[in-house]
């Protein structure tokens, strides 16, 4: 057959598109997998881990119920509208328009899934409040970031401040990064190769060409988790923390990054005893993650870390035999550590920040550890200690957190009595990147320092309130109408709350009814009454002393402004009904400091409020999130405080301003027993 020339061009050009295609097809097929170029790899470049998330393109399914998981889930936030745009002293601070900044992702095109997530990840962090993040598995700690040259804001004789590399940098690097000091050895320049350790203490004067502080200031921009801009500044540089099996040495946002952000970094610096400066580029090197589950391919990657497990969504506790342990809950890991068991947090209600970039195990140098015997009640996250003046105690409490309530608090108890004992008349509280944990620890240890009196009888706590939305008013219906909670082990159960007179609700008392309206810049909104004291006498397990054990002028509290949840609840009632002396250690001095941040009341997150719906039988209503595909944790602040100085309005949102930003100076930075010395002839002697 003779077709037309016209017929016989498209023909020959169909042809051509197929065989087009067909080549497309094969070349696509054989493309090597970003993803098996890393897998099985302790270290890679940040390049590779990226190339490997950006491989992945958006799938809409799954992106939609992100978006749907998250927006239901912040009608049970308090602080939606209040982070909207946030009163003085924070208006500056935070001013997100979370449900806007949704509906903007919802219609955006994005390149990849890792684009989108960090879209997801700094809208939420834009909130500045530690309980509310957006955090998937799939990508933060799947790899850490690492530089061996952790950071540190140090003054000098003349009180002029200044960026160094920390003078313990390379000490900490080499301890912590054998196997990888030789690619940092080998990336510095001429005469400087394998002088690694010169580096430490140097002065910096640019990174990336820039002065110091811009670095510093786009950290403070996308870090999240404190209202307060110095805080945010304060988490760039490296600092300490009493984690449960001994002291830890935080690197600090800088040296230390939760996603293949950064490649390498140049630095023009005059190292200790030079004159001159010197550039050098060092790289950044990816780790993978203690938690990651290994992967060959981008397909075992997806399938091992990146779809929900066991613990992503809530449960029936009446309809189910198995409730996941809080070692398979995804929320445990980015919490303040040691890990609270799941029906225990149940119990003792937490308020916790989660950190989408947790404290590694890398430990504090031997030269920096205390060296002072530890006093009776020290253990796990807790540790006393008496200074060689004889009249100062010393308690270093790293969190709120503990795999055992009762004892956790006799602890407390314990060496705060060991110190009394031994002669001590004043005491510092070391509460540095604190993140929080039981809410009734915080109220213990007020009550017991202070001993009984107006401001710990008949609480030492914060009156809170809870949002009051159409969904939260339905499980509080069910459970009263219904008995939707035989065992009262739902947070709405009216049983668990008391009211503004400390009077806990009978259990057919529907106590979110009727709700307290009010509107919040602009936007009508709807709380629960208000509550009180939640942790009455009876829930301690022994009874508090009858008398204060120290004078609440005379304790200081001790941080780098990285103290929140319970750890702020503790930290602003001291200090404001008792006048505690409060410390930040080492921030920018034209830099308003403020001792702790991200107050809220009571803090939790998407998996359980998904028990709530699904145990009292709403989990098809059409205000319910759906179940979350992937490997995802969405937390939220539950219930707000009130404050303490004006208590018509959340403490969240009122100046915490420290007593003292001591000045951190190279012979004791990151040196917990130098920094307890000066706190003490500073405001103590």
């Known amino acids: ?45 940040p390049s590779a881990l990226r190339a490997c ?11 939609d119920n992100i978006v749907q998981v998250i927006n239901k889930t912040l009608a049970f936030h308090t602080s939606v509208n209040y982070e909207f745009k946030a009163p003085q002293p924070f208006t500056a601070d935070v001013h997100e328009d979370l449900l806007g900044d949704l509906a903007r992702i919802s219609k955006q095109s994005y390149p990849s899934d890792y684009d989108l997530h960090i879209d997801f990840s700094r809208t939420l962090k834009r909130l500045n409040d530690g309980h509310c993040v957006w955090i998937n598995a799939c990508y933060v700690t799947l790899f850490l970031n690492f530089l061996p ?5 140090l003054t000098d004789v003349s009180g002029a401040q200044s960026v160094h590399i920390a003078p313990e940098a390379f000490q900490v690097a080499s301890a912590e990064f054998p196997d990888q000091i030789d690619v940092w050895q080998n990336a510095l320049p001429g005469p400087l190769k394998g002088k690694l350790e010169s580096l430490s203490g140097a002065k910096v004067l640019l990174i990336n060409g820039q002065d ?10 996308i870090t999240g988790s404190f209202q307060a801009l110095g805080t945010r500044q304060n988490s760039f540089f490296s600092s300490y923390q009493r984690a449960s099996t001994g002291w830890n040495y935080v690197m600090g946002n800088f040296a ?16 200790t005893g030079h004159i001159l400066p010197e550039v050098v580029v060092l790289p950044y090197r990816a780790r993978v993650g203690s938690a990651t589950v290994p992967f060959t391919d981008t397909a075992s990657w997806r399938a091992n870390n990146c779809v929900a497990i066991d613990g992503t969504n809530g449960v029936n506790l009446f309809g189910s035999s198995s409730i996941p342990s809080s070692t398979n809950i995804p929320v445990v890991k980015f919490k303040q550590q040691p890990d609270i068991p799941a029906p225990v947090e149940r119990k003792q209600h937490v308020n916790v920040m989660l950190d989408t970039s947790p404290p590694s195990d890398v430990v504090l140098p031997p030269t920096l550890v205390p060296a002072l015997p530890s006093l009776n009640g020290s253990a796990s996250v807790t540790q006393f200690y008496m200074l060689k003046d004889g009249k100062t105690g010393v308690m270093a409490l790293g969190s709120f957190s503990d795999s055992d309530f009762n004892t956790f608090l006799i602890g407390m108890l314990t060496g705060l009595q060991s110190l009394k004992s031994l002669g001590a008349t004043q005491l510092i509280v070391d509460v540095s990147n604190n993140g929080g944990g039981f809410i009734c620890a915080a109220h213990w240890l007020h009550r017991i320092i202070v001993g ?9 706590g914060l009156d809170t309130k809870a949002r009051d939305g159409p969904l939260a008013m339905l499980i ?3 459970i009263v109408n219904n008995n939707a909670d035989p065992n009262n082990e739902l947070l709405y159960n009216p049983t668990n709350w008391p009211d503004a007179n400390n009077v806990f609700f009978p259990p057919t008392d529907n106590w979110l009814q009727p709700p307290v309206l009010t509107t919040i810049n602009g936007r009508a909104d709807a709380f629960s009454q208000r509550l009180g004291e939640e942790c009455p006498a009876n829930q301690f397990p022994v009874p508090p002393p009858a008398t204060a054990l120290f004078d609440g002028k005379k304790v200081v509290i001790v941080s780098n402004g990285r103290c929140a949840s319970s750890c702020s609840l503790f930290s602003v009632t001291m200090n404001k009904e008792e006048g505690s ?17 991200t107050v809220g009341g009571q803090s939790t997150d998407f998996s359980t409020i998904d028990t709530e719906i699904k145990s009292t039988g709403l989990k098809n209503n059409s205000l319910a999130p759906p179940d979350l595909l992937v490997n995802g944790v969405q937390g939220i602040t539950w219930r707000l405080g009130f404050g303490v100085v004006d208590p018509t309005q959340p403490e969240e949102w009122q100046p915490r301003p420290a007593t003292l930003n001591l000045p951190i100076t190279a012979d004791i930075i990151n040196n917990p027993v130098a920094i307890w010395e000066i706190v003490t002839k500073k405001l103590l002697s």
């Open 149 to 153: 040259t952790p950071l540190a804001l």
């Open 212 to 221: 110091p502080f811009v670095a510093v200031n786009a950290n403070a921009l």
């Open 452 to 460: 009984p009196k107006s401001t710990t009888v008949p609480q030492s």
């Open 53 to 63: 998330f950006t491989s992945v393109k958006v799938d809409p399914v799954i992106k």
């Open 581 to 597: 002396p409060t410390v930040v250690l080492g921030g920018k001095k034209d830099v308003q400091q403020q001792y702790c941040g």
């Open 1 to 45: 057959m003779i077709f037309p020339s016209s017929i016989r061009s498209f023909l020959l050009l169909a042809s051509f598109v197929v065989v087009a295609a067909t080549v497309s097809v094969d070349i696509e097929a054989r493309k090597p997998d970003p993803c098996a170029a890393i897998a099985g790899q302790k270290w890679v470049a």
């Open 256 to 271: 230390q990054q939760s996603l293949p952000l950064s490649d390498s970094v140049t630095l023009t610096i005059v190292r």
């Open 476 to 478: 509080v219906d069910q």
